[in-house]
């Protein structure tokens, strides 16, 4: 247990009922559980940890593979969704689950993760503007909010000065887009 009474950990297969009702609950609607639920189907999860309190689920994030053109070879994943029960929001719970599923995105050398979700909010964890790095986001543009972390330096030498790459998110997230 932290110092802020939860327990990260990975997820179980027992934990996906509650994992979904968390999805639900924080969302306010089942969009985001069915889009756990699909990836969970086909496999497309490649890193997810909750947060529990006294053996309850009271967060999640999950880290599934994503696909750029032009191409880049090597681990890509995006975050999403990252959810906490609403009664125990601005606790620190979410920036925990960000900050552990980042160290396990590095951990295994992730070379790219993306993100989109509020600027101010991802960026504490380095998250940058993904136009700064000529990448966007496929589904439409969503200026700062679609961030990235280059977890390979090399990456960015990559960057040919015409070439932007576009960044897509697993079919399964069409559900919530």
């Known amino acids: 247990m932290n110092k802020l ?3 990260i950990r990975k997820v179980r297969k027992e934990d996906r009922e ?11 609607q089942k969009d985001e559980a069915e889009l756990v639920k ?9 890193f997810e940890r909750l ?3 006294g053996g309850a689920v009271i967060g999640y994030c ?14 890509l ?7 906490v029960a609403p009664d125990h929001q601005r606790q620190g719970v979410g920036a925990a689950l960000v900050e552990e599923g980042l160290k396990v995105c590095r951990e295994n050398k992730a070379r790219l993760i993306a993100v989109l979700g509020d600027p101010d909010y ?33 990456l960015s030498d990559e960057s040919d000065a015409e070439d932007i790459r576009v960044i897509h998110y697993h079919p399964a997230f069409d559900i919530v887009s």
């Open 18 to 28: 509650e994992i979904a009702a968390v999805l639900t609950a924080a969302f306010g």
């Open 77 to 83: 994943l995006g975050l999403g969704p990252l959810a």
């Open 62 to 75: 999950a880290f599934s593979p994503i696909t750029c053109k032009p191409s880049l070879d090597g681990l």
């Open 5 to 7: 009474g939860h327990v």
């Open 38 to 46: 699909q990836l969970w189907t086909q496999n497309a999860v490649k």
């Open 122 to 154: 991802y960026a504490r964890f380095g998250f940058e503007p993904a136009a700064e790095k000529k990448m966007t986001w496929a589904g439409f543009d969503a200026g700062d909010a679609f961030r990235i972390i280059i977890g390979d330096p090399g």
């Open 51 to 53: 947060a529990e309190v």
